[in-house]
């Protein structure tokens, strides 16, 4: 039977997991905002669902849970961040006061993290500097696991992107897409639920498009969005994520070797934009406008609404937590 619990709860439990298991107070403060983050608001495929991924990426000590990550005021408009092998999320955590001082400064700046895994969800990560008036674009790459369309083999990885847009006096406007058909943790899900994948979404290990998950996850791979418009940005997103982060490729990744580790070395980057410093100053009316335009033309549907109603819903009644997962929070010492 799932156990109901507050926000406030959930999110003492996954914490309290995690520094059983050698995390830094910072990383672990980060890291399950962002696991509660996800599961509150109905991202299932990057919530509790990733927690035995933390937990066996850190057993296999592939990933260092308290390294001494060092955050660089690079050059006026880039913070540059050694997450020393440890979790992107407490990176980010560190540099991001630096980042929004430099963003307010120079009306721009690129947050650039190496040496880290992400594992996770990036709406957690962008939409607080919507909250606090910035525009932010981020790209996380990992582990290759998306085909190209004339392609026998994968060499990105599922590379999502997102983006946070500040509205005044409402909740920000935040999307967040995989560059695949569907994200590798949905083919997970659909594979423990029974379910079969939507048309197109991957290929099992021979590269006859397959709609089995357990074929995509065993040797498979899967299928940009768009055919070759989501190669395309799957490939933007791997430049701009390990090339200038200076990070390993997805193909350089070497955690599928590794016993246990399922988070990828990898880089994140983020770009922060001050609308009130880039020449546009009537910005807050303008994005007004294009949502009524949205709006008059019938769009019912805008990215994050629905995440906004999960997370009212959870607010009121609390989060489902399942029996595995609340076994796993629980097996940490009180
Ligand atoms: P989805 O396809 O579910 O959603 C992508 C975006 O589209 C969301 O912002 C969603 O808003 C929006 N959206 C959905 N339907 C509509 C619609 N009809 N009209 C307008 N907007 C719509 O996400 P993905 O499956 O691509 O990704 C799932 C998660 O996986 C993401 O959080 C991503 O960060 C994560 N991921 C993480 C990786 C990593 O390396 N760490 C790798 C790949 C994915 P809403 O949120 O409201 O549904
Ligand atoms: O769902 O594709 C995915 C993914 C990769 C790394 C973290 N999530």
Redesign the pocket.
Same mark, same amino acid.
């Given at each position: 039977m799932p156990v109901n619990l507050s926000e406030e709860a959930l999110q003492q439990l996954v914490r309290r997991l995690l520094v059983a298991n050698g995390v830094d107070g910072i990383t672990a403060d980060a890291v399950a905002g962002s696991i509660v983050a996800a599961e509150r608001d109905g991202t299932l %495929? =990057?919530g509790l669902a990733r927690l035995p991924g933390f937990v066996s990426s850190l057993e296999s000590g592939w990933v260092t849970g308290s390294p001494e990550m060092i955050v660089t005021d690079q050059a006026p408009a880039v913070v540059r961040i050694d997450a020393a092998n440890g979790f992107a999320q407490g990176a980010l955590a560190r540099g991001r006061d630096m980042g929004i001082a430099k963003a307010r400064a120079n009306g721009i700046c690129a947050i650039s993290i190496h040496d880290s895994h =992400?594992?996770g969800s990036l709406w957690p990560d962008v939409e607080p500097f919507a909250v606090q008036g910035l525009v932010c674009l981020a790209f996380v790459q %990992?582990r290759s696991?998306i085909v190209a369309p004339s392609a026998s083999r994968a060499v990105l !990885?599922?590379n999502p992107m997102a983006f946070a847009l500040p509205r005044a006096g409402r909740d920000p406007v935040v999307w967040d897409q *995989?560059s695949s058909v569907l *994200? =590798? !943790?949905d083919v997970i899900l659909a594979a423990k639920n029974g379910h079969t994948l939507p048309p197109d979404a991957g290929v099992d290990r021979s590269g006859h498009v397959s709609r089995d998950p357990a074929a995509v996850l065993d040797g498979g791979a899967l299928l940009p969005f768009g055919a070759h418009k989501g190669f395309l940005i799957a490939l933007l997103v791997e430049v701009l994520a390990a090339a200038l982060t200076g990070s390993r490729f997805g193909f350089e990744d070497e955690s599928a070797r590794i016993p246990g580790a399922v988070t %990828?070395n990898a880089g994140q980057m983020l770009i922060l934009i001050d609308p009130s410093r880039a020449g546009a100053s009537d910005f807050a009316d303008r994005i007004e406008q294009l949502m009524h335009a949205l709006a008059d033309a019938g769009t019912t549907r805008m990215p994050g609404d629905r995440r906004y109603i999960n997370r009212a819903k959870a607010k009121a009644g609390g989060i489902a937590v399942g029996d595995a997962a609340m076994k796993l929070l629980q097996s940490s010492p009180h």
């Open positions: %495929s =990057h =992400h594992f %990992s696991r !990885g599922t *995989a *994200a =590798h !943790g %990828s």
